[in-house]
């Protein structure tokens, strides 16, 4: 499956709370950050974990976000982050800055 | 057998005699605390995978063998390497599953990827999912790694985590969490300490310790 997304793009966190074994952190969801890296294709682990195996790939991010942007009170230097790996089906575009 | 054994009595141990009483000397075995539904299902699940021909008990009982022999010792080499070595360093930036495989290491399946500690970044890794860690190359993860306070707080607060780890970041250095919820582990290529230049590779592995590779801590000084 082709990365719809490239390094430097600015994305969004689907705000959603499926149930099931989701591998993208809860800080993170609605939120925006930048693309940092396009780490390639793996399966699926919300169908793995149910054992769900077929051939589909989905492609996996490094998605880089300002922790002044997660946490509203945050007290250290504005240029600190975090990094979090994101399966392209939590992504959106979204508008921003590039960071 | 279950329970303990409330026998007493004497015996002769030759230069001294004793009484004792089992019931209050032994300590519970493992077996004397409950399973939980977790350990149940694991077992089971093993048990299942062999009872059908999936694996072997052997080929079980090896795989925990190489996870238990696992130790940041690995680690240690691979960063002492990059050190003195730039073209072993693009290597393992690029890809160090490969780059430990060039070096005689199995860092096993799961692809890692080496962040690096410069003077504008310092790197520490956590997993807030459960306890994702790079176990090919620095063996089982300790208890705190797999605390929901360690979990919870590093992303939260990671500078205040990184204090009380002794290790004070100062505010020109982007301090950069890596969230390893998914298919990549990350180990951390710390910067090599001042005074350690010439030192040769055994020295050098002495003071890369598991914790600077996760990122609480710096690699030791070469004057301590």
Same mark, same amino acid.
């Given at each position: 499956?082709?990365? #719809?997304?490239?390094?430097?793009?600015?994305?969004?966190? =689907?705000?959603? @709370?499926?149930?099931?074994?989701?591998?993208?952190? *809860?800080?993170?969801?609605?939120?925006?950050?930048?693309?940092?890296?396009?780490?390639?294709?793996?399966?699926?682990?919300?169908?793995?974990?149910?054992? #769900?195996?077929?051939?589909?790939?989905?492609?996996?991010? =490094?998605?880089? @976000?300002?922790?002044?942007?997660?946490?509203?009170? *945050?007290?250290?230097?504005?240029?600190?982050?975090?990094?979090?790996?994101?399966?392209?089906?939590?992504?959106?575009?979204?508008?921003?800055?590039?960071? | 057998?279950?329970?303990?054994?409330?026998?007493?009595?004497?015996?002769?141990?030759?230069?001294?005699?004793?009484?004792?009483?089992?019931?209050?000397?032994?300590?519970?075995?493992?077996?004397?605390?409950?399973?939980?539904?977790?350990?149940?299902?694991?077992?089971?699940?093993?048990?299942?995978?062999?009872?059908?021909?999936?694996?072997?008990?052997?080929?079980?009982?090896?795989?925990?063998?190489?996870?238990?022999?696992?130790?940041?010792?690995?680690?240690?080499?691979?960063?002492?390497?990059?050190?003195?070595?730039?073209?072993?360093?693009?290597?393992?930036?690029?890809?160090?599953?490969?780059?430990?495989?060039?070096?005689?290491?199995?860092?096993?399946?799961?692809?890692?990827?080496?962040?690096?500690?410069?003077?504008?970044?310092?790197?520490?890794?956590?997993?807030?999912?459960?306890?994702?860690?790079?176990?090919?190359?620095?063996?089982?993860?300790?208890?705190?790694?797999?605390?929901?306070?360690?979990?919870?707080?590093?992303?939260?607060?990671?500078?205040?985590?990184?204090?009380?780890?002794?290790?004070?970041?100062?505010?020109?250095?982007?301090?950069?969490?890596?969230?390893?919820?998914?298919?990549?582990?990350?180990?951390?290529?710390?910067?090599?300490?001042?005074?350690?230049?010439?030192?040769?590779?055994?020295?050098?592995?002495?003071?890369?310790?598991?914790?600077?590779?996760?990122?609480?801590?710096?690699?030791?000084?070469?004057?301590?």
């Amino acid at each position: 499956m082709t990365a #719809r997304f490239r390094i430097g793009d600015v994305v969004r966190i =689907r705000r959603a @709370f499926p149930p099931g074994h989701v591998r993208t952190p *809860y800080f993170t969801r609605g939120m925006s950050g930048v693309v940092d890296s396009v780490v390639g294709s793996f399966h699926n682990p919300e169908d793995l974990a149910y054992g #769900r195996y077929n051939d589909a790939t989905l492609p996996l991010y =490094r998605v880089r @976000f300002k922790q002044a942007d997660l946490w509203p009170d *945050y007290d250290g230097p504005a240029r600190d982050t975090t990094i979090v790996d994101i399966y392209e089906n939590w992504l959106e575009p979204a508008e921003g800055e590039q960071q | 057998m279950t329970g303990p054994d409330t026998h007493t009595h004497a015996h002769d141990h030759g230069d001294h005699d004793h009484d004792h009483d089992h019931a209050r000397t032994f300590q519970p075995d493992i077996e004397d605390s409950p399973f939980s539904h977790y350990q149940v299902m694991a077992e089971a699940l093993g048990e299942l995978l062999i009872d059908k021909g999936v694996i072997t008990a052997d080929e079980l009982r090896s795989q925990l063998e190489w996870l238990d022999a696992r130790s940041p010792a690995d680690g240690a080499k691979l960063i002492a390497r990059a050190w003195t070595d730039p073209d072993f360093k693009a290597r393992l930036l690029k890809d160090v599953n490969a780059a430990a495989e060039s070096v005689g290491l199995s860092a096993g399946d799961i692809p890692i990827r080496a962040v690096e500690n410069t003077p504008k970044v310092h790197n520490v890794i956590v997993c807030t999912l459960c306890s994702c860690y790079p176990r090919g190359l620095l063996g089982l993860p300790p208890d705190w790694y797999k605390s929901r306070e360690y979990r919870s707080r590093t992303v939260r607060e990671p500078r205040a985590v990184l204090a009380e780890f002794g290790t004070v970041v100062g505010d020109d250095v982007e301090v950069r969490v890596h969230d390893s919820t998914a298919d990549l582990r990350y180990l951390v290529l710390p910067m090599q300490p001042k005074g350690s230049e010439g030192m040769d590779a055994a020295a050098l592995e002495a003071l890369v310790t598991r914790d600077c590779m996760i990122g609480v801590s710096l690699p030791r000084s070469p004057r301590a």
